[in-house]
């Protein structure tokens, strides 16, 4: 068990540019969020896997945000056309079972857009 | 809705020393879940305790306890001997069942803790 595993630690890029985040989560968890922690705030939930199945969507996921788990294993986040409002830490987090004892969280992403 | 209130942005302690951090909470569920995360400045949440909103019982980790007072909605987690790699921001959470199937994380927005040798 190596954790949760996120990629790249860091990110900078244009505005308009598309980005894509990879997420590793602990192998045997079926569960899978990932949010949004801008400077000064606590984490904001973006959206929820089971096992494959994106069941939950954050308001906060616009249409430019998209999220993947194929075979229900690691998870990628993507961002079209990026704005500086995108800037953000964007952290992954997976659980076994109902997440009731606690989540286990990535490193995460940190991404700046200049 | 749920919300998650820390009053307290920064605090400080002197190592050794006790401190208490506070949080309250808003939400109609009766079933829920309570965290405290700290996130150190390397960046990784990790979970510090947890309690479960049916259990009287406040939950004890070593060196962390919680005072739960379900009736004024009411969450704060005492640090006893407080020691320097206590230092980081710390988080309080909420969790309920969405409807949708997950128990996603409610934050507060944290309050950044500082041990003085």
């Known amino acids: 068990d190596t954790g949760v595993s996120q990629d790249p630690r860091h990110k900078i890029t244009k505005r308009g540019q598309n980005v894509t985040f990879r997420c590793d989560p602990i192998?045997?968890?079926?569960?899978l969020y990932w949010y949004r922690q801008t400077l000064g705030q606590g984490p904001e939930f973006l959206t929820y896997?089971?096992?494959?199945?994106?069941?939950?969507k954050s308001r906060l996921l616009s249409d430019r945000f998209s999220a993947e788990r194929p075979k229900g294993s690691f998870s990628t986040l993507e961002i079209q056309r990026t704005e500086q409002g995108d800037s953000a830490m964007y952290l992954c987090?997976?659980?076994?079972?109902?997440?009731?004892?606690?989540?286990?969280f990535g490193s995460g992403t940190r991404l700046t857009v200049v | 809705a749920q919300t998650v209130t820390q009053s307290q942005p920064e605090m400080s302690v002197q190592e050794a020393e006790t401190v208490t951090l506070s949080c309250t909470y808003d939400?109609?569920?009766?079933?829920?879940?309570l965290f405290w995360y700290k996130q150190p400045p390397s960046r990784q949440m990790i979970l510090v305790i947890r309690?479960?909103?049916?259990?009287?019982q406040n939950a004890t980790e070593n060196r962390f306890s919680v005072n739960f007072q379900k009736a004024a909605k009411s969450f704060s987690l005492k640090i006893s001997d407080s020691q320097l790699g206590d230092t980081a921001m710390y988080f309080c959470a909420f969790s309920a069942y969405s409807g949708a199937g997950s128990y996603q994380l409610t934050f507060g927005k944290g309050t950044k803790l500082s041990v003085i040798p």
């Open positions: 896997f089971q096992n494959e199945a994106q069941l939950e």
């Open positions: 192998s045997e968890h079926n569960r």
């Open positions: 987090a997976s659980s076994l079972g109902q997440g009731s004892g606690g989540y286990t």
């Open positions: 939400t109609s569920e009766n079933n829920y879940y």
């Open positions: 309690q479960e909103a049916y259990k009287q």
